[in-house]
């Protein structure tokens, strides 16, 4: 029963949007919409589990004055904040708190922005040191990788016009566009394939770990 | 003025996050905490604007009935805050999983493979990928086609054969590798364009956006 | 410390620093950049200028404000391209953090070209799914997209009255920062057969060859790269060709380090190499 029920709902849904794939019209088409917008329903439920289990880790925090408790105290604070400027918004447009304008958009320019935007940017920094630490020209392989990279580098951007970084530029273009291409391809059919057979597996029933 | 505000919340903001590179410290901390807090709280606003008040309420309210089932579905994921009713849970999880390997089985093939694998099959000696590039009209055919098939086919032997790589497979695996390596070093690059455009990003803002004005409004 | 010890052994933070002065001062003191017109790119660019004048062209948002400094400069000139050929822009997106962005972006744009909503260009925002919702749009877009993003229905809006489906819409440009570009090349090209052209984030660019090959794109433009090259072909120098000059200098600090990183490593390795034959 606990096992059982979810293979059925796994073959039946994954059948039904098989076959609406090759028989688009009523009622296939209608049915894969539907299991569409269940599909999206769900989703969103699971996101909310994912706020939920991040909460309750650190109001535990909180709640056993752990080390560093007062970094949990923090995003609780931000995030109940947050909450009641969202509430506010949403009051004020009518339900769509995300409306150009209203004071959570504020929350969103200045601080979403700025926080997710600086994060990344701190990998630059961190990239620069590894490759400066780890790229090393010890093989044949890694030579190969080495020059790649530089190729790229200097071809996308030139630092000036002349003769040479056209070339480069050039070069770059082809290289891109031919063996990078080809390579790229190589390792995406492996995946879709191996996607392919997984998908298979899963509305089969064989493949089962999901119910874990 | 709530623009003022903003762009100084903002500059601090981001100026804690880059503390970091000094060393691990309290603003740091401080500034990652509160990007999660914020985040997640922006998180329940979006799931409810674009997720449930359009898919769930409104349908609701126009009374179309049939929604109070993946209703249901998704109310069972909140059955995992109880860890003995965790199960239930599978359900829904279980609807999710099969319309999306519906949808893969069908559409990787379509949309991905078939297209992938036709334009691997080139001539050998016809005309290649068109190009208005001098260097890679020096290239021109037969070239480009026979280095996209043989690197194509190898890259795909080198990952896709778990058998050992001896005798044919081997040799195949070998020019495949060097065509990985090539790939991963472009990869490696392009990256490396990735995050020093975001860091460039960063210090534009701060500079344009913050320390400009106020050395502005200072010098009036 | 021997120098080759010295030499592949820099202290972290020295690498910090001036990677931080080689971005600043180009900022700072405005140094003009070299541009490359990518083939990728320009071929972007002449897919887009082919669209006769009047035909509606979808902007896809699918990143979020972790990538902005990439991809607002490229969707901001290509929206100025769609504009000054008198496209139809109907914006949209796949990742809900991006869409107050692309609001931002498109607003601007508009402006600048006294472009009027409703009748230029539409906002209809986000609706999760992707796939699903791409498919959906090919039989009909209302039956995702009801309402735009200020609640407006469809309908009521003049430049989507003859547009209905992917038949209607002349290309659709795409701005990547993850795997949804390749959700669109699969769903909605391979099962509509619609022209795209993709706009991404260096880190994605490379996987996103292939589609260009098979020509399930048109177009490809890369990174900030990519944004500054467009920017050069519809002749508005804006943020991208600016940020240029940092973005070179950034790459030429970066190789003279990996540089130095091995002549310091294969000397010290020669050196040891010398004083094991020594003591043998």
Known sequence: ?212 | MGQIIGVWIAAGLTLMIFSFLYKDNPFYKFAEHVYVGVSAAYTCFYTWDYFLMPKLINPLLQHHWLVIIPGIFGAMMLTRWFPRSAWVSRWPIAVSVGVASGLVVVQYMQGFVIPQIQNTLLPIAGPAVTFNNPITNLWNHPLNNLIIIVGTVTTLVYFYFSKKHKGFIGGTAKVGIIFIMVAFGASFGYTVMARISLLIGRIHFLINDWLLPLFRSLTH | MSIWERMSKVDRRIIYLLLSLVVIIPIVFRIPSTIAVSESAQMAYDAVDRLPAGTPIIFSTDFDPASMPELRPMMTAVLRHAFKKKLKVIMMGHWPTGIPLSTIILEEVAQEFKAEYGVDYINIGYRPGAGLVMIQMGREIRSVFDIDIQGNPLDSLPMMRQVHNYSDIGLIACFEAGAMGDIWVIYAWGRFGVNIIMGTTAVVTPDAYPYLAARQIEGLIGGMAGAAAYEKLVEHPDKAMIRMSSQAWAHILIIVFIIIGNIGYFMMRRAERIKKRGTV
């Open chain 1, 1 to 212: 029963m606990r096992r059982q029920i979810p293979l059925i709902l796994t073959f039946l849904t994954g059948i039904a949007i098989f076959i609406a794939f090759f028989i688009p019209h009523k009622p296939f088409n209608e049915v894969q919409d539907i299991l569409l917008d269940w599909a999206i329903i769900i989703a969103g439920f699971a996101l909310l589990l994912g706020i939920h289990s991040l909460l309750r880790k650190h109001i535990t925090h909180i709640k056993k004055k752990d080390g560093g408790w007062g970094y949990s105290l923090i995003l609780t604070f931000f995030f109940v904040g947050v909450f009641t400027v969202g509430i506010f918004s949403a009051i004020q447009y009518k339900g769509y708190s995300l409306t150009p304008g209203s004071l959570l958009y504020f929350v969103y320019d200045y601080m979403v922005i700025p926080l997710s935007a600086t994060m990344f940017a701190l990998l630059a920094f961190f990239i620069a040191s590894a490759a400066y630490r780890a790229f090393r020209a010890r093989r044949l392989n890694a030579t190969l990788l080495l020059i790649a990279a530089v190729v790229v580098m200097l071809g996308r951007v030139p630092i000036m016009e002349n003769a040479f970084f056209n070339f480069l530029s050039r070069f770059s273009d082809w290289f891109m566009f031919i063996p990078q291409m080809a390579a790229k391809r190589g390792i995406l059919i492996g995946v879709a394939l191996g996607a392919f057979a997984m998908s298979l597996r899963i509305i089969l029933g064989i493949e089962r770990t999901y119910l874990q």
